[in-house]
């Protein structure tokens, strides 16, 4: 028969940490694993969608079956994801269905070395609309695209935070190139590049 015997532990002798510490830096250990695998997770998350005059909308995004309109990826995409629009002129109306986390930007792009234009030219509008609208977004970087000829404003964002808009051209606008009213103004940063005819202005 074995007989089980228990020994009482003298902590004057015993060499490794008390057993609380050790039982912390376990706790600690699994914050920093589960925290890493968070990142991670949201990284694997995030995705690269494609646009282009050739595509269609019943596609499934990707770079061999690319959207047909700008309009889908901004009612599809969520935050992290990466819209890259393929050259030509797109004539569109765009509203954003998502934005952002202050973690995971939701950018839209021209494709590299290509120039992708948002063209309003015949599109009814409002007296507040815009040819590309952000309001209510946050967290959104639009990059490299030429938005013209809109019977309104070019660009225009309320009630959201940390919009970038980056070397964005803004030409030809019935109204405002570029319309950030309250709070969107205050919250920066509104990175303006290369635009033309464009303001900004508080409600």
Known sequence: ?????????????????????????FVR????????????????????????????????????????????AANTVVAGDH???RGGTYNERIRLANGGTANARIT???????KAILDGTAIAMGSTDALLQLDNRSYVTVKGLIVQNSARNGVRATSG???????????NAGENGITFYEPTAKHLPIALG???DASLRSA
Not at 1 to 13: D, E, F, H, S
Not at 108 to 114: D, I, L, P, S, V
Not at 161 to 171: A, F, K, S, Y
């Open 1 to 25: 028969m074995q007989v089980l015997q228990l020994t009482k532990r003298n902590p004057a002798t015993h060499s490794g940490p008390p057993p609380h510490r050790l039982q912390y830096r």
């Open 29 to 72: 250990l699994m914050a920093v694993v589960f925290l890493c695998c968070a990142q991670l997770g949201a990284n694997a998350l995030a995705a690269t969608y494609y646009v282009s005059l050739s595509g269609n909308d019943a596609n499934a995004g990707t770079q061999s079956q690319p959207w047909r309109t700008i309009q889908k």
């Open 83 to 85: 819209v890259l629009i």
């Open 108 to 114: 839209y792009e021209n494709f590299t070395g290509e």
């Open 161 to 171: 935070t940390n919009i970038v808009l980056e070397n964005l051209t803004v030409l």
């Open 194 to 196: 290369d635009q033309a």
